[in-house]
């Protein structure tokens, strides 16, 4: 099993910044490529970035202002958040697959964190 823990949300108002984490115990947290998903209310879950050892990966409704990274000697992910909009307001998740590349399918992911709510006010 792996455990994820996120942390780091709240609210902000439009253009300001936010720092995610996600915490990981358990298991050999290096092995896993890392996404971060989020679900607006009334909305499906959507991927937003992805990191593998492949490289990351971005939704376009993020790139350029949000950043993914990793540190594994803490088993830790991240996702830096600038330029923040109304519209990124949703509660945020991490997950984990033991593969070596990312997807967008929440489905493709076997560990989940229990979300944390970001919202931006205008």
């Known amino acids: 099993q792996l455990q994820l823990v996120e942390s780091g949300g709240g609210l902000v108002q439009a253009g300001d910044s936010l720092r995610l984490s996600c915490a990981g115990s358990?298991?050999?947290?290096?092995?896993?490529?890392m996404a971060w998903f989020r679900q607006a209310p009334g909305k499906a879950r959507e991927v937003v970035a992805g990191?593998?050892?492949?490289?990351?990966n971005y939704a376009s409704a993020v790139t350029g202002r949000f950043t993914i990274s990793r540190d594994n000697a803490k088993e830790t992910v991240f996702l830096q958040m600038n330029s923040l909009r109304p519209e990124d307001t949703a509660v945020y998740y991490c997950?984990?697959?033991?593969?070596?590349?990312?997807?967008?399918?929440?489905?493709?992911?076997?560990?989940w964190g229990q979300g944390t709510q970001v919202t931006v006010s205008s």
């Open positions: 990191i593998s050892p492949r490289g990351t």
């Open positions: 997950a984990a697959r033991q593969r070596t590349w990312v997807t967008e399918y929440s489905t493709d992911y076997t560990y």
């Open positions: 358990g298991r050999t947290f290096s092995s896993y490529s």
